[in-house]
């Protein structure tokens, strides 16, 4: 199918944020779409996203100088292009752009064209995107890490860790791993209603509650496991994702609630402490994206009982992927398209992190659309695990939706690990 039309426009992410989507139609008559997310606690090695910068429109974070880009000179340079040639095009798009980080022609710019072509290669080839992308060879559906309290710059700092997840271990399919997060999600939502904690949803759905240490959030989900019937440490982990770069001053790691500053070592001693008290099996950015000693360090230390992942540290990128598995740095990869540009190279960072006997995790954007790449892309690549967010709002209902829809369209080929994943890394 090859491209006869690109038209790209301003929509608005679940923060009510402009963005980007883009529509490629093709012959004949079919279209592709793509829906860029946004992150607000955002690596500095991450492509860069293209915004306006205009105090007049939007705040400053209009899109359109993106949108001139796709429907000028992006859409001029593959028009006549096969969608199926997904790597031919996404390679066009990164020499097109030039630069190191996607900040010519912006990488929200280049996804929203990556993701199109996707979709409409799919739909070209008559199978499902994550048959397509996957070649076939796709039947793993993913263990869900979920957020249960979010913290962090994703809910103005009540407390200091951005995600506290809860990971179903012992679930026999996909759907159950679902039925117990409700139940554990709408338990912790009853308790904190009774305890006068509750203050609303995070950017990412999970609850916003009155705490007033972050220890405390680790005291209370192991109690609404418990209260819904679950025995923590058994049934479920803990999960957290600290967005360290975020308490990081270059110096010390600090916390508000309560005032308290670390050093490295102090911190590293920090979140070892709590992974012995707290049935901890993940921890995502524990340390800052320049702390390279410190992530060596704390992997030594918890890296075989421990999922440790890093997300700012790697930002999707291959090249600095190498580096932490020259130094061992973690064991484990968080993996958002918008922050290397294109699903070609999104790709080859999941396969990277795979073929070195690491694990991926998918994952989505505070900032998110009802596009649901994600879900087709962790079954796609058999990646094995996908962070979404919580068990709330439209934008992150419609990637746990449509991993029911993809697992009942495998049928006796779709596949679950559950907690079974961890065994490919931890010696526990």
Same mark, same amino acid.
């Given at each position: 199918?090859?491209?006869?039309?690109?038209?790209?426009?301003?929509?608005?992410?679940?923060?009510?944020?402009?963005?980007?989507?883009?529509?490629?139609?093709?012959?004949?008559?079919?279209?592709?779409?793509?829906?860029?997310?946004?992150?607000?606690?955002?690596?500095?090695?991450?492509?860069?996203?293209?915004?306006?910068?205009?105090?007049?429109?939007?705040?400053?974070?209009?899109?359109?100088?993106?949108?001139?880009?796709?429907?000028?000179?992006?859409?001029?340079?593959?028009?006549?292009?096969?969608?199926?040639?997904?790597?031919?095009?996404?390679?066009?798009?990164?020499?097109?752009?030039?630069?190191?980080?996607?900040?010519?022609? !912006?990488?929200?710019? +280049?996804?929203?064209?990556?993701? &199109? @072509?996707? %979709?409409?290669?799919?739909? /070209?080839? =008559?199978? #499902?995107?994550?048959?397509?992308?996957?070649?076939?060879?796709?039947?793993?559906?993913?263990?869900?890490?979920?957020?249960?309290?979010?913290?962090?710059?994703?809910?103005?700092?009540?407390?200091?860790?951005?995600?506290?997840?809860?990971?179903?271990?012992?679930?026999?399919?996909?759907?159950?791993?679902?039925?117990?997060?409700?139940?554990?999600?709408?338990?912790?939502?009853?308790?904190?209603?009774?305890?006068?904690?509750?203050?609303?949803?995070?950017?990412?759905? !999970?609850?916003?509650? +009155?705490?007033?240490?972050?220890? &405390? @959030?680790? %005291?209370?989900?192991?109690? /609404?496991? =418990?209260? #819904?019937?679950?025995?923590?440490?058994?049934?479920?982990?803990?999960?957290?994702?600290?967005?360290?770069?975020?308490?990081?001053?270059?110096?010390?790691?600090?916390?508000?609630?309560?005032?308290?500053?670390?050093?490295?070592?102090?911190?590293?001693?920090?979140?070892?402490?709590?992974?012995?008290?707290?049935?901890?099996?993940?921890?995502?950015?524990?340390?800052?994206?320049?702390?390279?000693?410190?992530?060596?360090?704390?992997?030594?230390?918890?890296?075989?009982?421990?999922?440790?992942?890093?997300?700012?540290?790697?930002?999707?990128?291959?090249?600095?992927?190498?580096?932490?598995?020259?130094?061992?740095?973690?064991?484990?990869?968080?993996?958002?398209?918008?922050?290397?540009?294109?699903?070609?190279?999104?790709?080859?960072?999941?396969?990277?992190?795979?073929?070195?006997?690491?694990?991926?995790?998918?994952?989505?954007?505070?900032?998110?659309?009802?596009?649901?790449?994600?879900?087709?892309?962790?079954?796609?690549?058999?990646?094995?695990?996908?962070?979404?967010?919580?068990?709330?709002?439209?934008?992150?209902?419609?990637?746990?939706?449509?991993?029911?829809?993809?697992?009942?369209?495998?049928?006796?080929?779709?596949?679950?690990?559950?907690?079974?994943?961890?065994?490919?890394?931890?010696?526990?």
């Amino acid at each position: 199918m090859k491209i006869r039309s690109v038209d790209a426009y301003q929509i608005f992410d679940s923060r009510g944020t402009p963005t980007v989507e883009c529509v490629i139609t093709g012959e004949p008559g079919l279209t592709g779409v793509g829906r860029v997310p946004s992150g607000a606690s955002t690596g500095q090695y991450e492509a860069l996203e293209l915004r306006d910068d205009d105090p007049l429109r939007f705040g400053g974070q209009s899109v359109s100088t993106a949108i001139g880009h796709i429907n000028g000179e992006i859409a001029a340079a593959i028009m006549g292009n096969d969608v199926r040639n997904q790597e031919a095009i996404d390679l066009r798009l990164i020499e097109l752009d030039g630069s190191q980080n996607k900040s010519r022609l !912006g990488a929200n710019a +280049l996804l929203a064209v990556s993701l &199109a @072509v996707a %979709d409409a290669a799919g739909k /070209a080839s =008559g199978r #499902a995107l994550y048959e397509h992308l996957g070649k076939g060879q796709g039947s793993l559906l993913p263990l869900p890490e979920i957020q249960i309290i979010g913290g962090g710059a994703h809910a103005h700092w009540r407390v200091d860790i951005q995600d506290f997840l809860l990971v179903v271990m012992n679930a026999a399919s996909y759907e159950e791993s679902l039925k117990v997060t409700y139940d554990i999600y709408r338990k912790a939502g009853d308790l904190l209603m009774q305890q006068g904690r509750a203050a609303g949803v995070a950017d990412e759905g !999970g609850y916003w509650p +009155l705490f007033e240490t972050n220890h &405390a @959030v680790l %005291d209370f989900l192991v109690d /609404a496991i =418990g209260a #819904a019937g679950y025995a923590a440490g058994r049934d479920c982990m803990i999960s957290l994702d600290f967005a360290a770069s975020d308490l990081y001053d270059g110096e010390y790691y600090k916390f508000r609630s309560p005032d308290r500053r670390f050093t490295r070592d102090e911190f590293i001693d920090l979140v070892v402490d709590w992974c012995h008290r707290y049935p901890i099996i993940s921890v995502e950015d524990p340390l800052a994206d320049s702390d390279w000693t410190g992530w060596t360090r704390l992997s030594d230390r918890l890296g075989d009982r421990v999922q440790i992942v890093g997300d700012d540290l790697f930002t999707t990128n291959p090249q600095r992927i190498r580096k932490g598995l020259e130094i061992n740095a973690a064991n484990a990869v968080l993996i958002k398209p918008n922050q290397i540009g294109t699903v070609t190279e999104t790709i080859a960072a999941i396969e990277l992190t795979k073929q070195h006997g690491w694990l991926p995790i998918v994952s989505a954007r505070s900032g998110e659309t009802e596009d649901t790449f994600i879900a087709h892309l962790a079954v796609a690549t058999n990646a094995g695990q996908i962070k979404v967010g919580s068990f709330a709002r439209g934008e992150r209902m419609a990637k746990w939706n449509e991993l029911i829809r993809i697992g009942r369209a495998l049928g006796n080929r779709a596949q679950f690990e559950g907690g079974r994943i961890y065994e490919r890394i931890l010696r526990r």
